[in-house]
């Protein structure tokens, strides 16, 4: 079965960054997206970024210019570094992939607080 693990959370002050690590168990190449999600208590998952298989990233438009979306075809991982937090990026982050043929592949995500 495949898998996608995320790892890298934690707690942060405002203003500071994070990076966002997820492992798949299965070459990334199969998966013609990748990216991220969040959640945050009491609200709906919403889109933070995705990544095509060439490469080419999108952005939830509050998060253009502070995060970028990255991945590393060799290591079977994406990465999501986040800068200038604000609490407002608390939330747990999900990793996704997307296969042909196949359900979306979620992660179980990673707890990203933003406190001082």
């Known amino acids: 079965q495949v898998q996608a693990v995320e790892s890298g959370g934690g707690l942060v002050q405002p203003g500071g960054s994070l990076r966002l690590s997820c492992v798949v168990s299965?070459?990334?190449?199969?998966?013609?997206?990748m990216g991220w999600y969040r959640q945050a208590a009491g609200k709906q998952r919403e889109l933070v970024a995705l990544i095509t298989i060439n490469g080419t990233p999108t952005y939830a438009s509050n998060m253009r210019g502070r995060f970028t979306i990255s991945r590393d075809n060799a290591e079977n991982t994406v990465y999501l570094q986040m800068n200038s937090l604000n609490p407002e990026d608390t939330a747990v982050y999900y990793c996704?992939?997307?296969?042909?043929?196949?359900?979306?592949?979620w992660g179980q995500g990673t707890q990203v607080t933003v406190s001082s």
């Open positions: 996704i992939a997307d296969r042909l043929g196949y359900s979306r592949l």
């Open positions: 299965r070459s990334i190449k199969d998966f013609y997206r």
